[in-house]
């Protein structure tokens, strides 16, 4: 392009941003809020992503009293969130990519069913077993959740786990060493799940607890995460050339 300046003729190159953009939605943890993912959103949104985070309901700000919160409201809630992003004018539809935490790491695994996500990125990622799908959450047996999760589990018997086996996109899992509540047994099962992934990675955070309160291992976690968004995503844009 050219310039004119005082008579002169000033010649340039203009560079903008490939558009559209990859979309990020990120889903935070039982008990939670959207606070814990906003620094990792907005490093992603320096990758020239498009990143959406929100508060589930009952926790935070948003409506409704957490104790008489059901799954299907935790799946309907992930899905109307990535519905707003989705819809955003720069999104590429074939190009969203979700970030969830234990609890919402669950949720995510299930949103990949109904709607379409390429990048699925899991830290912690919980199980339930289906039985009493309509129970508030937070009323749900913990023995019983605490025995469901450490046994190795089936996509056959697992809603969460049957569509990770459908799932055809990328994964990564973050698991911690030192996690009191997601046994090695649900990361084994979620691992065997995704046996048609386009690719999969999984990492240990060896001394991270389960909330991995520890700033280290915080930054760590951050580190594995951008790192492998920004792989992702250039592998993607260079599939459009």
Same mark, same amino acid.
């Given at each position: 392009?050219?310039?004119?300046?005082?008579?002169?003729?000033?010649?340039?190159?203009?560079?903008?941003?490939?558009?559209?953009?990859?979309?990020?939605?990120?889903?935070?943890?039982?008990?939670?809020?959207?606070?814990?993912?906003?620094?990792?959103?907005?490093?992603?949104?320096?990758?020239?992503?498009?990143?959406?985070?929100? %508060?589930?309901?009952?926790? /935070?700000?948003?409506?409704?009293?957490? #104790?008489?919160?059901?799954? $299907?409201? *935790?799946? !309907? =809630?992930?899905?109307?969130?990535?519905?707003?992003?989705?819809?955003?004018?720069?999104?590429?539809?074939?190009?969203?990519?979700?970030?969830?935490?234990?609890?919402?790491?669950?949720?995510?695994?299930?949103?990949?069913?109904?709607?379409?996500?390429?990048?699925?990125?899991?830290?912690?990622?919980?199980?339930?077993?289906?039985?009493?799908?309509?129970?508030?959450?937070?009323?749900?047996?913990?023995?019983?959740?605490?025995?469901?999760?450490?046994?190795?589990?089936?996509?056959?018997? %697992?809603?969460?786990?049957? /569509?990770?086996?459908?799932?055809?996109? #990328?994964?990564?899992?973050? $698991?911690? *060493?030192? !996690? =009191?509540?997601?046994?090695?047994?649900?990361?084994?099962?979620?691992?065997?799940?995704?046996?048609?992934?386009?690719?999969?990675?999984?990492?240990?955070?060896?001394?991270?607890?389960?909330?991995?309160?520890?700033?280290?291992?915080?930054?760590?976690?951050?580190?594995?995460?951008?790192?492998?968004?920004?792989?992702?995503?250039?592998?993607?844009?260079?599939?459009?050339?």
């Amino acid at each position: 392009m050219r310039l004119s300046v005082d008579g002169q003729k000033l010649t340039g190159t203009l560079l903008t941003p490939e558009a559209p953009v990859p979309g990020f939605l990120f889903v935070h943890g039982w008990g939670g809020d959207q606070e814990e993912d906003l620094g990792l959103a907005e490093d992603l949104a320096r990758l020239g992503c498009i990143c959406f985070t929100f %508060d589930l309901r009952g926790h /935070a700000e948003s409506d409704a009293s957490r #104790d008489e919160v059901t799954r $299907q409201n *935790g799946v !309907d =809630d992930v899905t109307a969130a990535y519905d707003y992003l989705a819809s955003q004018p720069l999104i590429d539809p074939g190009a969203i990519g979700v970030i969830g935490t234990s609890y919402g790491g669950y949720l995510s695994a299930l949103l990949t069913s109904i709607r379409d996500v390429r990048w699925l990125a899991l830290r912690v990622p919980a199980l339930y077993p289906d039985a009493h799908w309509d129970v508030p959450k937070a009323k749900l047996d913990k023995d019983a959740v605490r025995a469901y999760r450490q046994q190795l589990r089936t996509p056959q018997e %697992d809603k969460a786990l049957s /569509a990770c086996a459908a799932f055809e996109g #990328d994964v990564l899992i973050v $698991q911690s *060493g030192k !996690d =009191d509540r997601i046994p090695p047994e649900v990361i084994a099962s979620y691992q065997a799940a995704f046996k048609d992934a386009n690719s999969f990675s999984h990492r240990i955070i060896a001394e991270a607890t389960h909330a991995m309160r520890d700033p280290a291992h915080q930054r760590l976690y951050a580190t594995l995460l951008i790192s492998w968004v920004e792989e992702m995503v250039r592998a993607s844009r260079r599939s459009y050339r």
